[in-house]
C-alpha cells in the first residue's frame, strides 16, 4: 500500500502537469478535463475488472480452506454469498475462529491474481511514461506578449 501511495502521488500530478505543459492555454481547460476524464473512467473499469477477478478467485480459494459444509452454512446465513462474511467484521467476529482463518487465507490467496492482473498495466505504463516528450516548464501562461487589462472591466486592449 505504501508503494502504491507513493507511486500515486508522486505521477498523478506530473502527469496532469505534462499535459497543461503541452498545450496551448486555450486547450489546457479541455486537456486538464480530459486528463481527469481518462483517469476516473480508468479507475472505475479498473475497479470492475479487478473486483470480478478477485470475488470469482474467493469462489475457489475459500473452498480450499473451508470444508463443504462450512461454505454451505455461510451462504444460507449471509444471504447466499460469503462475501458478507469476508467483509463485515463484526460478522467475521461471530463466527468460529477456524472458519474465520479459512476465510481470511481463501481472501489472501484470491487476492494474489488480482495483483499479478496488475502488472502488465503496470508495464504498459512505465513504458508509455518512458516515450513521454520532454518539454521545458514553462514559465507564464501564454499570456499574449503586449496585452494587459486596463481598468476593472477585465477586457484586454492593446498597449504602445
Known amino acids: 500500500m505504501i508503494v502504491i501511495g507513493l507511486g500515486l502521488g508522486l505521477t498523478m500530478q506530473t502527469y496532469t502537469l505534462v499535459v497543461q505543459n503541452s498545450v496551448d492555454r486555450a486547450d489546457m481547460a479541455v486537456a486538464t478535463s480530459a486528463t481527469q476524464l481518462s483517469r476516473s473512467m480508468g479507475a472505475a473499469i479498473g475497479l470492475a475488472i479487478l473486483g470480478t477477478i478477485l470475488s470469482q478467485g474467493m469462489v475457489t480459494a475459500i473452498a480450499r480452506y473451508l470444508p463443504e459444509s462450512a461454505i454451505q452454512k455461510l451462504q444460507a446465513a449471509g444471504g447466499g454469498a460469503t462475501a ?22 481463501g481472501l489472501a490467496d484470491a487476492l ?31 499570456v499574449a506578449a ?15
Not at 85 to 105: K, W
Not at 146 to 160: D, H
Open 84 to 105: 458478507t462474511a469476508v467483509f463485515d467484521p463484526a460478522q467475521l467476529a461471530q463466527l468460529p475462529p477456524a472458519i474465520a482463518a479459512g476465510i481470511r487465507h
Open 112 to 142: 494474489h491474481p488480482v495483483f499479478m492482473a496488475n502488472l502488465p498495466i503496470i508495464a504498459v505504463a512505465f513504458i508509455a511514461t518512458l516515450f513521454i516528450r520532454e518539454l521545458p516548464l514553462r514559465q507564464t501562461a501564454h
Open 146 to 160: 503586449g496585452r494587459q487589462v486596463i481598468g476593472g472591466s477585465g477586457k484586454a486592449e492593446e498597449t504602445s
